[in-house]
T-cell receptor
Framework: EQQVQQSPASLVLQEAENAELQCSFS?????VQWFYQRPGGRLVSLLYNPSGTKQSGRLTSTTVIKERRSSLHISSSQITDSGTYLC???????????FGAGTQLIVIP | DPKIIQKPKYLVAVTGSEKILICEQYLGHNAMYWYRQSAKKPLEFMFSYSYQKLMDNQTASSRFQPQSSKKNHLDLQITALKPDDSATYFC??????????????FGEGTRLSVL
C-alpha cells in the first residue's frame, strides 16, 4: 500500500501565480517533510512540518494530523521553482522516509 | 561544494554484470542510507547504516549489498544486474542520537541503466 499520496501529479502555472500542493497519508503521522527535487535529480529539504503551519520564505506548509494531510503553498511562483515537489513521512526506522510520487511543477513566463 | 559525493554520476551496465556505487559524506554524520528512485516507483528506502553497522534493510534481494569500509563511506554493490535495476540510486546521511531529528541530506545520485 502506498503510504503517501500526492496531488496533483503535475501543475503548470504562469509566473507570479500561487501553487497549492497536497499530500495525504494512509496512517496518522506527525513527521512530515517536504523536499524539492531539481531537474537532474538532487533532493533539497524544504520544510519539516510535524503539525500546524510552518513558513520559510515563499513556502508555507500546513499539516493537519487528525485529517492525515499536509499541504505546501508556494506564493508568487518563479520560473526557477520548476521541478518536482516531494512529500515524505518519516518512518519509525532510522533515517527512513516514505515518499509520495511527487508533484511536477512547471512555471512558465 | 557537495558534501555527499556519489560516483559515478552515470553508469551503464549489461545484464548479469556487477557494479559498485560509491558514496562518501563529509558532513561528520553518524548515519548513512541508500534510496532508489525508478520510473515506476516513488523514491524508496533501501538501507540504513549507523557507525558502520547495518540498522535496517528493506531490500528483498540479496543482490544488493551495502559496504562500509570507513564511517563516512557507504558503497552499494549490485550483482547479477537486471534491467529492472535501472534507477537513480541516492545516498543520504544524517546525524542521529540525542536530540537530533534532522531529515537525511541527499547526494546527487547515480543514474544506473542496465541493458
Amino acid at each position: 500500500e502506498q503510504q503517501v499520496q500526492q496531488s496533483p501529479a503535475s501543475l503548470v502555472l504562469q509566473e507570479a501565480e500561487n501553487a497549492e500542493l497536497q499530500c495525504s497519508f494512509s496512517i496518522f503521522t506527525n513527521q512530515v517533510q517536504w523536499f524539492y527535487q531539481r531537474p537532474g535529480g538532487r533532493l533539497v529539504s524544504l520544510l519539516y512540518n510535524p503539525s500546524g503551519t510552518k513558513q520559510s520564505g515563499r513556502l508555507t506548509s500546513t499539516t493537519v494530523i487528525k485529517e492525515r494531510r499536509s499541504s505546501l503553498h508556494i506564493s508568487s511562483s518563479q520560473i526557477t521553482d520548476s521541478g518536482t515537489y516531494l512529500c515524505a513521512k518519516r518512518g519509525s526506522a532510522l533515517g527512513r522516509l516514505h515518499f509520495g510520487a511527487g508533484t511536477q511543477l512547471i512555471v512558465i513566463p | 561544494d557537495p558534501k555527499i559525493i556519489q560516483k559515478p554520476k552515470y553508469l551503464v551496465a549489461v545484464t548479469g554484470s556487477e557494479k559498485i556505487l560509491i558514496c562518501e559524506q563529509y558532513l561528520g554524520h553518524n548515519a548513512m542510507y541508500w534510496y532508489r528512485q525508478s520510473a515506476k516507483k516513488p523514491l524508496e528506502f533501501m538501507f540504513s547504516y549507523s557507525y558502520q553497522k547495518l540498522m535496517d534493510n528493506q531490500t528483498a534481494s540479496s543482490r544488493f549489498q551495502p559496504q562500509s569500509s570507513k564511517k563516512n563511506h557507504l558503497d552499494l554493490q549490485i550483482t547479477a544486474l537486471k534491467p529492472d535495476d535501472s534507477a537513480t540510486y541516492f545516498c543520504a546521511s544524517s546525524q542521529v542520537g540525542g536530540h537530533n531529528n534532522q531529515a537525511p541530506l541527499f547526494g546527487e545520485g547515480t543514474r544506473l541503466s542496465v541493458l
